[in-house]
């Protein structure tokens, strides 16, 4: 099989091959870890490539950054040393006096850069709930240069329609940014639904080992490729190539772990709904979601999060996460391993009380990233933590 062209492939094979050849020096099967600053060059200026120094191109990085851009269906793909080092990258498209429009309950790292970060540096930042159409069209004004938004969103699982969304945005002088984190391309392709731009937190479930930080873009615009290029190689913040090893050797099982993912939380949404401990489960594939139309059309599964909300106090939703043995009590998301959380304690303590109620994340609401391990055990070990 000629590697070079896996785009023909389906998703499971292009998890696999895409952006990775046998190595030209050996003929290694698997891409090496290239730890090189440097290359030699045959005459000044001539080298092969984009091969000059390991800030601008790095093989192992270059492997990484064509298979997610494969998996998106982009052409170009850019990788980074964190999630939130790629949203940094999308920022600097914008200069002072240029509006941001983010979703409302966007990450809070996310939020943390916009706010306290790039405003008092000048850029505006306005804030709406994307599910409601016409809020986010008035909010489109004309100083708008990106628009930001997530789905679906954490904690409470919001699904923004993004071709709908898209379509708002492609009248208007602004740049779509989608962070498909949560959902992966395995289950959501933004591109093809009008985004000019995916974020990704590698270190989540495209890394899915839980041993690793890391972020992408990508997009299918040729133009926008050269300016977040320009402004990697100018910040700096790139993946190294241990990490960049890491999340291709990850991608090769990301249809296989995704399939898992879904399949274990949904089975246990449904255990969770019909718990008499608990008083609301918010999951995208429930009929009960407000949005389960909308991820029904956009997705092709609805994801390893679930949310809900236990009766009683917080001193109950403290002791449900604090005595499960299987899901470990930790922040993050995205492993092979089961993780739990108090959002309102943990993940989302820095939000404003006010902000933190409106946005539905109350003392009651506890978050599961639901691992790949067997499902019997993991309703098991839920049932006696809630028991
Ligand atoms: C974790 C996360 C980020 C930030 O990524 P880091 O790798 O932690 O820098 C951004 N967006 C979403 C949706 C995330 O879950």
Excluded at 187 to 201: M, R, V
Excluded at 236 to 258: E, I, N, Q, Y
Excluded at 297 to 303: C, D, E, L, Y
């Amino acid at each position: 099989m000629s590697h070079d062209h896996a785009d023909k492939f389906a998703f499971a094979t292009r998890c696999i091959h895409a952006g990775q050849r046998p190595d030209p020096a050996t003929k290694a099967i698997t891409t090496p870890v290239y730890m090189t600053s440097t290359y030699v060059q045959d005459a000044p200026g001539e080298y092969v490539e984009r091969y000059d120094y390991s800030r601008a191109a790095n093989p192992t990085r270059s492997a990484l950054e064509a298979n997610l851009a494969s998996l998106e269906g982009g052409r170009h793909g850019l990788a980074f040393a964190s999630g939130v080092a790629s949203i940094d990258a999308v920022i600097h498209l914008c200069k002072a006096g240029d509006r941001v429009l983010l979703s409302d309950d966007v990450y809070g790292g996310t939020f943390r850069l916009f706010k306290r970060v790039y405003e008092p540096m000048g850029i505006h930042i306005t804030r709406v709930d994307m599910t409601d159409h016409d809020a986010t069209r008035q909010a489109l004004t004309d100083d708008v240069r990106l628009v930001w938004l997530e789905t679906p969103t954490n904690p409470t699982l919001k699904i923004i329609d993004i071709a709908a969304i898209a379509e708002m945005v492609k009248k208007t002088e602004a740049v779509l940014a989608v962070d498909n984190t949560f959902a992966t391309p395995a289950l959501q392709l933004p591109l093809s639904l009008g985004a000019d731009i995916i974020s990704h937190s590698t270190t989540k479930y495209l890394g899915g080992h839980a041993d690793l930080v890391g972020g992408a873009l990508i997009t299918d615009d040729d133009e926008l490729l050269e300016r977040l290029r320009f402004i990697q190689l100018s910040v700096g913040a790139v993946c190294g190539p241990m990490d960049a090893f890491l999340v291709l050797r990850s991608t090769k099982t990301l249809h296989l772990r995704m399939q898992r993912h879904c399949e274990n939380a949904m089975r246990i949404a449904e255990h969770l709904d019909a718990h008499k401990k608990i008083e609301k489960v918010i999951y995208p594939g429930l009929k009960s979601h407000p949005q389960h139309e909308i991820a029904k059309k956009q997705m092709s599964g609805f994801g390893g999060i679930i949310t809900c909300y236990v009766k009683g106090t917080i001193d109950d939703a403290r002791r449900f996460v604090s005595d499960t043995k299987l899901f470990s009590l930790a922040e993050s998301l995205g492993g092979v391993e089961s993780l739990i959380e108090h959002p309102g304690i943990m993940t989302h303590a820095s939000i404003p009380d006010a902000e933190r109620a409106a946005l539905g994340i109350n003392d009651q609401l506890v978050r599961l990233s639901v691992g790949i391990e067997d499902v019997a055990d993991q309703i098991a070990d839920l049932d006696q933590a809630l028991a």
